[in-house]
C-alpha cells in the first residue's frame, strides 16, 4: 500500500514510438511464474509474488493508454504519480521522456488504499490460480478452482474502478467477474452451505458473507441468473436473523475427488539391470497447471539394461486432478547434451509413464569399452524434462529452481497460516477462503 | 477522481449506480455523469483528462445540483432491475440498456412513485421491443419468400456484371501504389501527440484509394500465393501488392482466386462463416443483426437486404471510400504484425506496427505469467495449441476478417471514417480484439485439454457474457 516518502520511478518506455509506454515503478525481475499481473484499463500491472508477504506493496505498471488509466492510477499511487504519467505520456512540460522520481505521498482516501490492496489480493489470485504449487508429495494442498474463481469474482466486482467498460469496446480479459460466476455457479452452492452452516468462527463467517455479497452484486449489475444465483439471493435476503443451517463439515464439503496411492513402479522386467537413475527437470513453465505434482523431485528416470538394448523409463507423478484423457505429456530426455528427443508418457493412476530404447531413438549412451558396463569415470549425463507440446515456450532459466523453492516455501506458509486457530490475525494477508478449504480437507485426509 | 469526491459528497442512496467501495461505476460515469450531467459538449473546458480548480469546482457544482435526480435514477435502476427479473428478461447488461433511461425517468418523474410499477414494465418492454424487427428470425422471413428470392438473385446478378473491374496490370500497379500510400498514414498514425494531421487519410479517400485496391482483386492482381500457384500474373508487380511475394493481394479476404458474385444465402452460423467476401448476402447481415447493440438505429430488414445488394457487389463489399481505405490501411498494418515476436523483418513497418507490435510482446509476457502459452516454434505434436501458434504466423487473416467486419457494420449505419484519428483508433481496436480473440482461444483450448474424463456437473444456465462475434 502507498506509505508516504515512497519513491516511484515515472519512466517513458526507451522505444518512445507511438503513445509511448510509461512505466511506473521498476521493471520487474524474476522468472514468469513469481509474478503476478493484471490487466486493467490502459495498463498491466504487475507485482513480485516473492515480495513481502503481508505487504505486497504498489505494482509495476506499464501504461500504455495514459488516458484511460487516469481512473485508476491517483486512486493507486496518488495524484502526483498521476500527474506524472499525463506529462510523461504527453511529453510534457520539459524533458519527461527521461522519466522522473516520485515521492508518493500519503495516499489519504480510504477508497485508495482498498484499492491498492484489493487489486494485489486480485493479482495474487489469478497467480494462484494458474501456479499454485499442489504437491502430494509435499504436502501441499491444492485450490478448489471454483471456491477460488468465485472469489477472484468478488474482488474483481471490488476492484470495478481498475476496469473500463463501454459499449462497443471490448473489455478488459481481467473484467471478468461475470464469466468467473457463470463458470463456477456449481460451486456457488458449497459456498452457500459453508456460508450457512452454524458453529463458524467469526472472521470466515464475515469472509464468506462479504464473498457472497460482492458476488450476489455483481451478478445482478451483469443481469446474470440461474438457480445457484437464485438461491443465493434468497439465502442473503432472509438473513436477519441468520437462519441455523445444518452443519457441515468442511473436509466433506471439499473432499477431494478420489483418494491418493502412488503406485509402485511396474515390477524389474527379468534380467533388466539399472544403469544409472536420476530425477528432477519439472518446470512448471512447460506444461498447463493441474498435470504434473509440483515437487521438484516429481520427474525420475531410470535407464536399464535389457539385454542388449538400453531403455529408459521415466516416472512423473501426477496433480491430483490430472486428466485423464485429452493432452499427452511428452518427456524430454538428452543425453550428454545431445539432441532431445520425445518420450511420450501415458497416465495411469497416479504416474504419467513413458519408456523407450534408447538406441532406438538415435541416442547413445557412452557404455564404456565392454559395451555393457557405463565407464565409472563418464556416467553418461541424462536430462529428462516434462512438457506439453505446443504449449511449452521453450526451457527456463538455469536459476529457476531456486525460484520454484521459493514458491513452494510460499505456499506452505500460507497454508499454515490459514491452519491457524485464528488464520485471520497476524501480519499474514488475510487466507484466500481456497485455502482455508484446502486446509480442512486436508486434516480430513489424515 | 474529481467525479469520484463529488459522488461520495452526494451521500447515500446511490448504491445501485456504486461500485461496493462506494465509488460511481465505470457505467455510471461513462453512460450517466459525463454525458447527461456534465455534458462536455455544453462545458468543452470539463472535457480535459486534468481540471484545474475552478473547472474542477463547476464540475463536482453540477453533480452535486444533479443529486437528486441522480438518487431517483438509482431507485429506478433498482425498480427496473427487479421488473426485468420478474418478466424473465435475460438478454443484455442491464447498466447498458437501462442506465440511460433511467436518468430519463427520473427527470420526467423524479423519483418512483404511485404506478411506477406500470412505467418500469412499459419502458422494459419498449427497450425489449426496440429493435423493432431488426432481428435474424425476420431476416430469415424475408429472404424464405422465393419470389424476392429470385428477384434478388437477379439484382445481384446485374449489380456484379455492372461492376467496374480494370485490366489486371493497371489495378495492381494501382493497389500497389495504394498500399505505399498507406504506409506514410499509418507512420503518421504513430506521431505522437495529439496534433495528427489527417492530410495523407483525407488524399487517400479522395484519391479513391479503397476503390484500386477492391478492382485490383476481381482483376486478380498481386502476384503473391495466386501469382505462385497459376504462373505470374501478367503485368503484375514483383513483391506483391503488399511488398512480400507470399502474399495474395486479398490476405484471405477471399478463399478464391478472385471474389466471387455473393449469393442470397438462407442461412448462417457464426462456428462457419466463410471469408468476409465469399459470405452470401445473409451471412453478411446475420453478422450485423446478431451482434448489434444498438439495432434500433438500423434500417429496417427489407431496406437493409436491398441496399446490401449493392453493397456486396461494391469494391470490398463497402459502399463508403472511406472505410475501404481503412482496408488498404488494415491490409498495410496487418502484414507486418509480429505477434509471436520473432523479429522476422518485414520492410517498411511504421510507427502504427512499432504501436501494434509492443502491445503483442506486452501480452505475450502477461499470457506467459498466466500460463498460457503456445510454443512459439511449429511443433506436430501440438495439437490444437499448434494450431492457434499457427493462426499466429499468420495474423493478417485473423486482423482482416474482423477489420472488415467493423467496417461493414459501420457502412451498414453510414457511419465513415472522417479523420485520421478515428480510422486509427479503429485500427488499433481491431488489433486489440485479435489479441483478445487469442487469449480467448488458448483459454478454452487449455480448458478442454485439462477436463478430466471424470463426471463433472455441467455448469447451469451459463450466461452467454462476454460473446464476441467473428
Known amino acids: 500500500m502507498p506509505e508516504a516518502g515512497q519513491d516511484i520511478q515515472v519512466t517513458r518506455a526507451e522505444d518512445g514510438t507511438v503513445d509511448g509506454t510509461v512505466r511506473v515503478g521498476d521493471e520487474p525481475a524474476g522468472p514468469d511464474f513469481t509474478r503476478a499481473v493484471l490487466d486493467v484499463a490502459g495498463a498491466v500491472l504487475t507485482w513480485p509474488v516473492l515480495g513481502a508477504p503481508g505487504a505486497p506493496g504498489l505494482p509495476t505498471a506499464h501504461v500504455h493508454d495514459a488516458g484511460r488509466a487516469q481512473q485508476w492510477l491517483w486512486a493507486l499511487y496518488g495524484e502526483r504519480v498521476a500527474d506524472a504519467v499525463h506529462d510523461c505520456a504527453t511529453g510534457t512540460p520539459s524533458g519527461a521522456s527521461a522519466g522522473v522520481t516520485v515521492a508518493v505521498e500519503a495516499v489519504e482516501a480510504v477508497e485508495a488504499t482498498t484499492l491498492a490492496g484489493g487489486a494485489a489480493r486480485l493479482a495474487f489470485g489469478h497467480w494462484a490460480s494458474r501456479w499454485w504449487p499442489a504437491s502430494y508429495m509435499e504436502g501441499t494442498a491444492g485450490l478448489e478452482p471454483g471456491v477460488l474463481g468465485l472469489e477472484l469474482a468478488a474482488l474483481t466486482h471490488r476492484c470495478h474502478q481498475l476496469f473500463d467498460t463501454a459499449f462497443d469496446d471490448q473489455p478488459e480479459p481481467d473484467d471478468c467477474a461475470a464469466e468467473l460466476i457463470a463458470e463456477h455457479q456449481t460451486a456457488l452452492d458449497l459456498l452457500v452451505r459453508w456460508w450457512l452452516a452454524p458453529s463458524q468462527p467469526a472472521d470466515t463467517a464475515r ?238 485426509d489424515f | 477522481m474529481v467525479i469520484d469526491r463529488a459522488w461520495r459528497g452526494l451521500g447515500p442512496g446511490l448504491d445501485s449506480l456504486s461500485g461496493p467501495g462506494g465509488a460511481p461505476l465505470t457505467r455510471t460515469v461513462k453512460l450517466i455523469v459525463l454525458p447527461l450531467v456534465v455534458r462536455p459538449s455544453l462545458h468543452p473546458e470539463l472535457a480535459a483528462d486534468f481540471l484545474a480548480p ?107 456484371e455492372s461492376r467496374q473491374t480494370a485490366p489486371a496490370g493497371d489495378a495492381d500497379v494501382a493497389a500497389r501504389a495504394a498500399a505505399q500510400a498507406a504506409a506514410s498514414v499509418l507512420e503518421a498514425c504513430g506521431a505522437p501527440g495529439p496534433e495528427r494531421d489527417s492530410a495523407s487519410f483525407e488524399a487517400m479517400v479522395e484519391g479513391g484509394h479503397g476503390s484500386l485496391l477492391g478492382r485490383a482483386l476481381w482483376a486478380r492482381a498481386g502476384g503473391g500465393v495466386s501469382g505462385a500457384v497459376s504462373g505470374a500474373v501478367p503485368g503484375g508487380v514483383p ?143 501440438g495439437g490444437v495449441l499448434d494450431a492457434l501458434a499457427r493462426d499466429l504466423r499468420t495474423p493478417w487473416v485473423a486482423y482482416m476478417r474482423r477489420l472488415w467486419v467493423r467496417l461493414h457494420g459501420r457502412d451498414v449505419r453510414d457511419a465513415p471514417l472522417n479523420d485520421m484519428a478515428s480510422a486509427w483508433a479503429l485500427l488499433d481496436g481491431v488489433a486489440r480484439s485479435v489479441m483478445m480473440d487469442h487469449r480467448a482461444r488458448v483459454r478454452a483450448a487449455l480448458r478442454t485439454l485439462s477436463a478430466t474424463a471424470a463426471p463433472t456437473v455441467a455448469p447451469t444456465a451459463a450466461p452467454a457474457a462476454g460473446q464476441r462475434s467473428s
Not at chain 1, 509440483?294 to 529408459?312: F, K, Y
Not at chain 2, 418492454?125 to 424487427?133: H, L, P
Not at chain 2, 424464405?144 to 434478388?152: C, F, I, K, T
Open chain 2, 54 to 160: 475552478p473547472q474542477a469546482a463547476r464540475l463536482e457544482t453540477l453533480i452535486r445540483e444533479a443529486g437528486a435526480r441522480l438518487v431517483a435514477t438509482a431507485q429506478w435502476f433498482t425498480l427496473l432491475k427487479k421488473t426485468r427479473r420478474a418478466l424473465g428478461i435475460v438478454a443484455g447488461n442491464p447498466q447498458d440498456l437501462y442506465f440511460q433511461l433511467c436518468f430519463e425517468l427520473a427527470t420526467e418523474h423524479e423519483e418512483p412513485s404511485n404506478g411506477a410499477e406500470a412505467v418500469a414494465r412499459a419502458a422494459l418492454v419498449e427497450v425489449a421491443n426496440a429493435a423493432g424487427g431488426r432481428t435474424v428470425e425476420a431476416l430469415k422471413d424475408h429472404l424464405a419468400d422465393d419470389v424476392r428470392r429470385s428477384r434478388l438473385d437477379g439484382d445481384l446478378a446485374a449489380a456484379w
Open chain 2, 239 to 381: 513483391g506483391g501488392v503488399w511488398g512480400r511475394d507470399d502474399l495474395p493481394a486479398h490476405l484471405k479476404l477471399t478463399e478464391h482466386l478472385v471474389p466471387p458474385r455473393p449469393e442470397v444465402g438462407r442461412g448462417a452460423s457464426t462456428a462457419t462463416l466463410p471469408a468476409p467476401l465469399d459470405r452470401t448476402l445473409f451471412e453478411r447481415l446475420f453478422v450485423v443483426l446478431q451482434s448489434s447493440v444498438r439495432r434500433e438505429e438500423l434500417p429496417t430488414v427489407p431496406e437493409l437486404v436491398r441496399r446490401e445488394v449493392g453493397r456486396s457487389c461494391a469494391p470490398l463489399g463497402l459502399h463508403d471510400e472511406s472505410l475501404r481505405v481503412a482496408v488498404v490501411l488494415g491490409g498495410r498494418l496487418a502484414v507486418g504484425l509480429d505477434p509471436l515476436g520473432d523479429g522476422d523483418s518485414v520492410p517498411g513497418r511504421t510507427a502504427a506496427h512499432r504501436a501494434v507490435n509492443s502491445r503483442w510482446q506486452r501480452e505475450a509476457s502477461v499470457l506467459r505469467a498466466r500460463r498460457m502459452t503456445v510454443s512459439p516454434r511449429p511443433d506436430p505434436d
Open chain 1, 207 to 444: 469472509h464468506l458473507d462479504s464473498v457472497l455479497r460482492l458476488i450476489d452484486d455483481a451478478a445482478d449489475s451483469a443481469g446474470l441468473d440461474g438457480p445457484a444465483l437464485r438461491h443465493l439471493r434468497a439465502s442473503l435476503d432472509q438473513d436477519q436473523p441468520r437462519p441455523a443451517g445444518t452443519p457441515v463439515d468442511l473436509g466433506t464439503l471439499f473432499a477431494r475427488p478420489r483418494g491418493y496411492a502412488l503406485a509402485a513402479g511396474e515390477p524389474l522386467t527379468a534380467g533388466s539391470r539399472v544403469i544409472t537413475r536420476g530425477t528432477g527437470g519439472n518446470d512448471w513453465r512447460r506444461y498447463p497447471p493441474g498435470f504434473v505434482d509440483a515437487a521438484e523431485d516429481a520427474v525420475s528416470w531410470t535407464v536399464r539394461a535389457v539385454g542388449a538394448r538400453r531403455r529408459i523409463e521415466v516416472e512423473v507423478v501426477a496433480d491430483v486432478a490430472a486428466p485423464t484423457a485429452g493432452a499427452a505429456l511428452v518427456a524430454e530426455v538428452r543425453v550428454d547434451g545431445d539432441r532431445a528427443v520425445r518420450v511420450p508418457l501415458v497416465l495411469r493412476d497416479d504416474l504419467w509413464t513413458g519408456r523407450a530404447d534408447l538406441s532406438s531413438l538415435g541416442l547413445d549412451l557412452d557404455l564404456g569399452p565392454d559395451r555393457g558396463l557405463p565407464s565409472a569415470a563418464m556416467p553418461p549425463r541424462i536430462e529428462v524434462g516434462v512438457l506439453l507440446p505446443g504449449f511449452d515456450p521453450g526451457p527456463g532459466a538455469p536459476g529457476d529452481a531456486a525460484h520454484r523453492d521459493a514458491v513452494r516455501a510460499l505456499a506452505r506458509q500460507r497454508l499454515a497460516a490459514a491452519a491457524r486457530p485464528s488464520p485471520y490475525a497476524g501480519a499474514f494477508p488475510e487466507p484466500f477462503l481456497a485455502e482455508i478449504a484446502a486446509v480442512a480437507a486436508v486434516e480430513e
